[in-house]
């Protein structure tokens, strides 16, 4: 019976390399978490997800180092739209279901005015941070949400979509992404971490370079601390990471900010070696 189970929420490109390097950091003190019988990846966690299941994390920490330095952003522009815009959307929502059918229109009719580029351009920029295109033969769920009715959707290898589609659908946190006749927003709509998803499971590592933070209201149960709860009362033994005081400061204001993903890299790093001694127990 599968007994372990690694859980990597979203956190935007400055969250993805803090989880490689949580990862890295682990494997390196001696604990290889990649070995879970499954991997739920969410937004930029589905990312990492497919990244670890097809390269080391030592060569995805050190390809994050060695890539070409980017400026300092902060969270101005398409940053600042997208987080004033769906903060209103969560305010008018009666509920979570409300809130991800809200969002779903809202990105279908900014699909409609948009003049359909940023589809081919999206599944490119997706495709080539992938170090392969197909699905791994282990056990590994992708989220997302059907931006037409709301309903949350789980890719796996069985699914019959690419790989790279069902990342792009999970990382749709603007403009919806299309695959077939159906568009898709990001997995973190249904919950940023998605951690239920591995009800069933003895042993359930969670990442969340959100810290289990929400923005919606707490009534909801869309925080990581609901998704702990249910799984601890089906049985399940959980234990969470999340980014320490340093790994904070690396990040700054803006989670997209590819400047950060060195420093948020070297931070996860040292804070997964500190971590890997109280961790190998409870893994193993």
């Known amino acids: 019976m599968p007994t372990r189970a690694l859980v990597l929420g979203g956190g935007g490109s400055a969250g993805n390399a803090w989880e490689i390097g949580v990862i890295a950091g682990l494997f390196d003190a001696g604990l290889d978490v990649t070995e ?7 937004s930029a966690g589905s990312t990492v997800a497919a990244q670890i299941t097809s390269a080391t994390s030592t060569e995805l920490f050190g390809a994050i ?3 070409t330095p980017h400026p300092r952003t902060g969270p ?5 739209d997208h987080m004033e815009r769906t903060g209103r959307i969560i305010a008018a929502a009666a509920d979570a279901a409300d809130m991800r059918r809200r969002m779903g229109a809202a990105a279908i009719e900014m699909d409609a005015m948009s003049d359909g580029s940023g589809q081919t351009g999206r599944r490119a920029t997706v495709a080539a941070r992938l170090p392969s295109q197909r699905w791994p033969q282990r056990a ?5 949400v059907d931006a037409h009715t709301g309903e ?3 890719f796996d290898r069985h699914s019959g979509v690419d790989l790279a589609d069902a990342i792009a659908a999970s990382t749709a946190s603007g403009l919806p992404y299309r695959i077939g006749g159906t568009r898709y927003i990001d997995g973190g709509y249904r919950r940023n971490e998605n951690a239920d998803l591995a009800a069933g499971y003895e042993r359930v590592l969670v990442l969340s370079p959100f810290g289990g933070r929400t923005r919606h209201p707490w009534g909801w149960g869309m925080q990581l601390a609901a998704q702990v709860g249910e799984l601890s009362a089906g049985g399940s033994s959980v234990e969470t990471i999340f980014p320490d005081s340093d790994s ?7 989670m997209m900010d590819l400047s950060a993903r060195p420093p948020a890299a070297r931070a996860g790093y040292n804070q997964g070696r500190a971590l890997a001694a109280q961790l190998i127990a409870f893994w193993r």
């Not at 904070?248 to 803006?254: M, P």
């Open 76 to 80: 101005a522009g398409p940053v600042a």
């Open 152 to 154: 949350p959707v789980v």
């Open 248 to 254: 904070r400061d690396t990040f700054g204001d803006n």
């Open 36 to 42: 879970a019988d499954l991997i739920i990846g969410t």
């Open 140 to 144: 590994m769920i992708i989220t997302a």
């Open 65 to 67: 180092l060695a890539a």
